[in-house]
């Protein structure tokens, strides 16, 4: 890169002189972009929790959620850009694929890998306020593709469907009774996140894991955060994560001892980006990487990079 690019420093000196004016960085890209009209980007699911860091770069420039699109297939186009992102809905364009939908309650009742058992109803057929699991068959030949998605139809433009993400299928702790999805274990994240806030201080990235090594399993949640913080704040921090997990099955297993006290893990600066070079060197595609929420107990490469990387452990003392 030395060989194409040349140093310009009457650039550097304007933008370090930029950044220097800024408050905490407040307002960067408007700042740096003049012309910048907005911002657009995937900003749902698993991309979700950074939008509060979007927010404070991007300034008063609006941000706008991008359509929704899989490795299999393009699924929905945003049907009201300029809404907040958390608020997103897509509609689906029935020409681009074969669109089928698995309704939700037929996952948890049956055993979700035996597709035999399943139903999917058409695009037609789905219902308002009902949640379902996203099959695709598309014009390059892929055939009843399960892509792991669960979205909520709320409505209908004109005739087709339009739907919100909810989360990823396959992004579950569980240990017994218990079913924590992605989206709870973010709002768990986020109310502690506001905790940590006392001494100035953020989640720059985060994961989970559910420990089965003692008795009884509990819940494992790692953290990297952008400085270093108080015994006494870190161990509120653990004890909000646990209360945050309001689902019955969780609250009723703490109570009766069926699941062990949270426990919250600080991992080194960097740990994460280590992940993501661990994920590109098995063959991801950078655009397509997303921080895993959930690490299953057979992706031994990812436990072993956040044990290798965890300094500091904390065990939640709240009570149930």
Request: aromatic share 8%; proline share 6%; with cysteine.
């Amino acid at each position: 890169m030395s060989k194409l690019l040349k140093p310009n420093p009457e650039l550097a000196n304007l933008i370090h002189a930029k950044c220097v004016g800024l408050s905490n960085w407040y307002g960067l890209i408007p700042e740096l972009f003049p012309n910048a009209k907005y911002v657009h980007g995937i900003m749902t699911g698993s991309m979700e929790p950074y939008l509060k860091k979007l927010r404070h770069y991007a300034g008063e420039l609006p941000l706008l959620n991008g359509d929704y699109g899989s490795t299999e297939g393009f699924i929905g186009v945003t049907v009201n850009p300029g809404l907040p992102p958390e608020l997103a809905t897509y509609a689906v364009p029935p020409h681009t694929s074969y669109f089928e939908f698995i309704p939700l309650t037929q996952l948890e009742n049956n055993d979700a890998a035996a597709s035999s058992f399943l139903n999917p109803v058409g695009l037609t057929e789905v219902k308002v306020g009902e949640e379902y699991e996203i099959v695709i068959t598309n014009p390059a030949g892929l055939y009843r593709c399960r892509i792991g998605d669960v979205v909520k139809v709320v409505g209908f433009h004109n005739s087709t469907p339009e739907m919100k993400f909810v989360r990823r299928s396959n992004l579950l702790l569980t240990i017994n009774n218990d079913k924590t999805t992605e989206t709870e274990l973010q709002l768990a994240v986020e109310a502690a996140g506001k905790v940590l806030e006392k001494e100035k201080l953020e989640v720059v990235d985060f994961t989970s894991h559910v420990d089965l090594l003692k008795e009884p399993g509990h819940y494992v949640i790692s953290w990297e955060i952008n400085g270093e913080a108080s015994e006494q704040v870190l161990g509120e921090c653990c004890n909000c994560l646990d209360k945050s997990f309001v689902n019955n099955g969780y609250i009723t297993s703490r109570k009766e001892n069926s699941i062990g006290p949270l426990e919250l893990r600080l991992v080194r600066s960097g740990t994460f980006q280590k992940i993501l070079e661990h994920s590109l060197g098995l063959g991801a595609a950078v655009s397509q990487y997303k921080t895993p929420r959930c690490v299953g107990a057979t992706n031994t490469a990812v436990l072993q990079i956040l044990t290798e990387n965890v300094v500091k452990t904390y065990l939640s003392t709240a009570c149930f």
